[in-house]
């Protein structure tokens, strides 16, 4: 089974090596949704475990009453299947707000084989000859009129058609 692999690289560096680029599988977390706080704990989500455990913490106490036990399990429950299915994404947003940039998704059948494609394509850039690539950016028409504005191929943000 195919998964994705985010490659994400520290921040201030272009040029990381293996022991600092970090790899982290885009998908669902089994342990994720069998532990949530704790999971969060261990990935160093301290925000998000603490709420998850207060949210458990409702929901157990909401279990211990009468009348009340459907909505605390459906409240432990989502607290679960919320860290199992986003939990990754957690993770990847924090250390994009931390400065780490997302240089790569790679889809393939196992981490291993996700960093071999990874990896030889890095030393590939990094054999080159030196021959840079085209700056397109900043390679405009000099005819148009339109800009560098994205329009999902309907109408300019800028008021023309």
Do not use: C
Not at 60 to 83: K, Q, R, T
């Amino acid at each position: 089974m195919t998964s994705s692999y985010i490659f994400l690289t520290p921040p201030g560096g272009t040029s990381a090596t293996a022991h600092e680029t970090r790899t982290i599988r885009d998908g669902f977390t089994f342990l994720g949704l069998l532990f949530p706080w704790i999971w969060l704990l261990a990935h160093r989500l301290w925000l998000h475990a603490l709420a998850a455990f207060l949210l458990q913490s409702i929901g157990g106490a909401l279990m211990d009453e009468s009348g009340l036990w459907p909505a605390g399990i459906a409240i432990m429950l989502g607290v679960n299947m919320m860290v199992g299915l986003e939990g990754q994404n957690w993770r990847i947003r924090n250390l994009a707000a931390k400065g780490w940039g997302e240089d790569r998704l790679i889809a393939a059948d196992t981490i291993g084989i996700a960093e071999q494609i990874y990896f030889s394509e890095r030393a590939n850039i990094a054999e080159s000859d030196g021959a840079g690539t085209p700056d397109w950016e900043n390679r405009a028409r000099p005819d148009s009129r339109h800009g560098h504005a994205t329009s999902l191929g309907l109408f300019g943000f800028n008021g023309g058609r």
